[in-house]
């Protein structure tokens, strides 16, 4: 009943922009950590950044700089905001998030369906 619905994937070039989106819903007590992860054909899964609850947040190196995590705790949303996109950050975009579903029960992480980017002239 928990659900991470991910929205913002897409073509751009090299240099180019794009924005990642994921938002949860369903029967959610709390969220801790949420994060996007990536996987590039024939590469494991990696991350890619995440974010506390109280935002602090922690980046791979390789896109540092140019990624920018953020969320809202509210909405139950976590964005990725990708400048400066490079061919290598071509994958499978997973967001994440950490949480329970009852004040009892233990925490688990749970996925998104991914969502394609694509970096390329």
């Known amino acids: 009943q928990v659900q991470l619905v991910e929205s913002g994937g897409g073509l751009v070039q090299p240099g180019g922009s794009l924005r990642l989106s994921c938002a949860a819903s369903g029967s959610i007590f709390s969220i801790y950590d949420m994060g996007w992860y990536r996987q590039a054909p024939g590469k494991e899964r990696e991350l890619v950044a995440d974010?506390?609850?109280?935002?602090?947040?922690n980046y791979a190196d390789s896109v540092k700089g140019r990624f920018t995590i953020s969320r809202d705790n509210g909405k139950n949303t976590v964005s990725l905001q990708m400048n400066s996109l490079k061919p290598e950050d071509t994958a499978v975009y997973y967001c994440?998030?950490?949480?329970?579903?009852?004040?009892?029960?233990?925490?688990?992480?749970?996925w998104g369906q991914g969502t394609q980017v694509t970096v390329s002239s």
């Open positions: 974010i506390t609850r109280g935002g602090s947040t």
């Open positions: 994440n998030a950490d949480l329970k579903r009852t004040a009892w029960g233990r925490s688990a992480w749970y």
